[in-house]
């Protein structure tokens, strides 16, 4: 009886990939390894203080109030840098209208420890007093911001132009906001809260 046993088959008609294509993809693997592990992971909390319009539900105000985040970034500088992490806000509108809120932000950042960066963020807030509103909307943001580094890592401090839509869950209209924000670690942004309030 004639052998059907050709190249790449045994006498059972199927032999494992060759050893070779095995050895090249563990050299593989073990490359990619070594490389991601040049990159610590981080995480860095940056609180702002926003300076903005507010245009829709309960009215076009004066918006200001705080926002944090914590971000897991790596600690390359010298390569473009990914971050995602949590969201909180707190939101005022003059002095009779509070809001509070959070989500998901992602940022892409560009080299070097002064560096431009691409925010997104979607999330819900919820506004108190606002008539017959439920006061909740679902939000999403967009944001060009300038992030700066110390020696020793973390955000010293941060500017970011942001703009932001949302709308409310029972169906009512959209809210639009657009402005600054300011601010880096805790302490700075909580001393800029503190002169903004006093008048200085």
């Not at 390359?76 to 809001?99: C, K, N, V, W």
Request: aromatic content about 10%; glycine content about 16%; hydrophobic content about 40%.
């Amino acid at each position: 009886m004639l052998s059907h046993v050709g190249k790449g088959r045994d006498r059972e008609g199927w032999i494992p990939p060759p050893t070779r294509n095995r050895r090249n993809g563990l050299i593989a693997c073990l490359l990619l390894i070594l490389t991601a592990g040049k990159a610590r992971a981080e995480g860095w909390i940056n609180v702002r203080v926003p300076t903005a319009v507010h245009f829709g539900p309960p009215g076009r105000q004066f918006e200001s109030g705080l926002h944090a985040d914590a971000l897991v970034l790596s600690d390359h500088y010298q390569e473009s840098r990914f971050g995602i992490g949590p969201y909180a806000e707190l939101r005022t509108l003059g002095l009779s209208h509070l809001g509070v809120g959070g989500g998901v932000e992602a940022l892409m950042l560009a080299p070097g420890r002064t560096a431009l960066g691409v925010g997104a963020e979607a999330g819900f807030s919820n506004w108190f007093n606002v008539g017959n509103q439920s006061g909740l909307s679902a939000d999403f943001a967009l944001s060009l911001q300038l992030r700066s580094s110390g020696a020793r890592g973390g955000f010293v401090q941060t500017s970011a132009l942001f703009g932001r839509c949302g709308r409310f869950i029972d169906g009512g209209p959209w809210e639009f906001t657009t402005g600054l924000q300011i601010g880096g670690d805790p302490i700075f942004s909580v001393i800029a809260l503190f002169m903004q309030h006093s008048g200085w």
